[in-house]
């Protein structure tokens, strides 16, 4: 492959798709979805829908989706499909709950992402050194991870009971958590009456600052502004720039003299340390301390916010928060899980005419009906079985990929196996 070809090659496909209002969308889809859920709560009453407290647990359910998102993220746009998320969450569980019950949660955490940064590299190994099938590699590193933290938990768990935690054959609790952000003087408590005033948008908008700033992990804080690190990496630096190449055409990028192995190397340690810091959290912040297979399908759940969002940190931020949302959704109510039908039935109509007026036909049609059956569920009901309310995660993940997927652009090189030397 010539010089100018390869040149060519690599600045077609790294820019494709780059909008330049990109920031712009998602405001403006953040505005819009912010006056349509504060008109459902008040047309429907259901003042939990946005509460502080209801906010406060998605964000904390969001932030372990988030983190294998940005994950995958890493990964994907080198070219390396890593499935194995799970597997380097479960490993991101037990390294920070080991680490911080003897070394305190500093360390603990620079363990969940070390154990993290380890599963990332028995990946790279394989697929990227040995170009074993990348989904294989990442169900094999599932299956391991999993039997593996097992029997760590029951090897050096079983006989702790001490003043840093307690533990068992499967679990480790009471573990020192990471620092917390109690309030914000004069704003949190300010937000909260202001919120408490159910006024329309503005008591939404009181909501999302009092849950923001009130006993906040600033491991959370770590979690939201790694999107922001991550999109400058990758779309700001040269770094950036030839490690995505890599997953867009890998054999011009070797012509141009990129080193395609170093930067997926890079790029899938990377991604297995934001899924063990993903882990990490799950055992040091949203729950009491460590158990085996804590992260329950979280990995995936990440997998598919980061699809949903068009494999950029944005969109995967829309996508975490959405899932988060709904894994949140047990902790509620049914009267304001009842009205997030309404919510979401309205939402897809709305879509459903936004991809309408962009002659998208088929896809308005899918999501049109969709949406019809979400508000006719809502008007034969007047609550929403307990048991369908710890699937919801799942359902919004399988609905979610299965709408958005025509509008989907991912790596060209994504998954596929690359040899040194095979740009000729």
Known sequence: MSTPTAVKAVGNAVRAGAGISRWKLYLVMGLFTLALVAAVRVTTGANELDSPGSLAAAITATCP???AALGGLWSERAGVVNIGLEGQMLLGTWGGAY???????????????????LGGLIHAIAT???????????????????????????????????????????????????????????????ASDLADKHWFVVSDVAAFVAAATTQVSIVTYLAFALVAVTGIVLWRTTFGLRLRSCGENPQAAESLGVNVILHKYAAVLV?????????????????????????????FIGLAAMIVGNWRPGGGLIGSLMFGYTDSLRLRDPSTIHA????????????AL????????V????IAVFGALFLVWYA?????????????????????VSLFAQRLRMPKADGQIYRKGSAG
């Open 65 to 67: 989706i988030l983190l």
């Open 99 to 117: 680490c911080t019950y003897w070394y305190g949660p500093t360390i603990g955490l620079l363990g969940a992402i070390g154990f993290g940064v």
């Open 128 to 190: 990227v050194t040995f170009g074993v099938d990348h989904i294989v590699s990442g169900v094999a590193l599932n299956t391991i991870a999993l039997g593996l933290t097992t029997f760590l938990a029951e090897a050096f768990f079983s006989d702790l009971n001490s003043e840093y935690g307690h533990g068992g054959a499967q679990q480790l609790t009471g573990i020192q958590k990471p620092p917390v952000l109690d309030h914000i003087p004069w704003l949190s408590n300010a």
């Open 271 to 299: 991604s297995g340390g934001l899924a063990g810091l993903g882990g990490g959290y799950l055992a040091m912040v949203s729950s009491p301390g460590f158990h085996t297979n804590q992260t329950n399908g979280r990995g």
């Open 340 to 351: 997030l039908l309404l919510l979401i039935g309205i939402g897809l109509l709305l879509f």
């Open 354 to 361: 936004w991809r309408l007026y962009q002659r998208k036909y």
């Open 363 to 366: 896809g308005a049609v899918m």
């Open 380 to 400: 034969v009901t007047d609550t929403v079985p307990r048991d369908f309310t710890s699937m919801t995660p799942y359902v919004a993940t399988l609905l979610a």
